[in-house]
């Protein structure tokens, strides 16, 4: 399938079905729509931050939640062996240590 004229034109000429301009890119023309109402509210009057603290609170728990059980149990399991493995280098280092590997 090839593409439209529209699309291999890129913009700025009178193409269309019945050769009309259609609008540059981003631009296109056309019948304004009926029907479509939009309300907007200006830039100093809106709260961006409405709500942002209490939806970081939970969302952060929730975050937490679902990945606590992949964290957590490696962390415990790697920081009791680093704890035996230091217990077991000062004991090996120490006078008894020596006496007991001899």
Do not use: C, D
């Amino acid at each position: 399938m090839r593409p439209t004229q529209a699309l291999m034109a890129g913009g700025e000429g009178p193409i269309g079905k019945h050769g009309k301009f259609l609008g540059g890119w981003g631009n296109f023309g056309g019948m304004p729509q009926k029907g479509i109402v939009s309300y907007t509210l200006s830039a100093n009057r809106q709260n961006p931050f409405a709500g942002a603290a209490h939806a970081a609170v939970f969302n952060t728990w929730r975050r937490f939640s679902a990945q606590v059980l992949y964290v957590a149990p490696p962390m415990i399991f790697f920081y009791y062996a680093i704890s035996w493995a230091t217990e077991r280098n000062h004991f090996l280092n120490s006078k008894a240590g020596r006496e007991f590997n001899v």
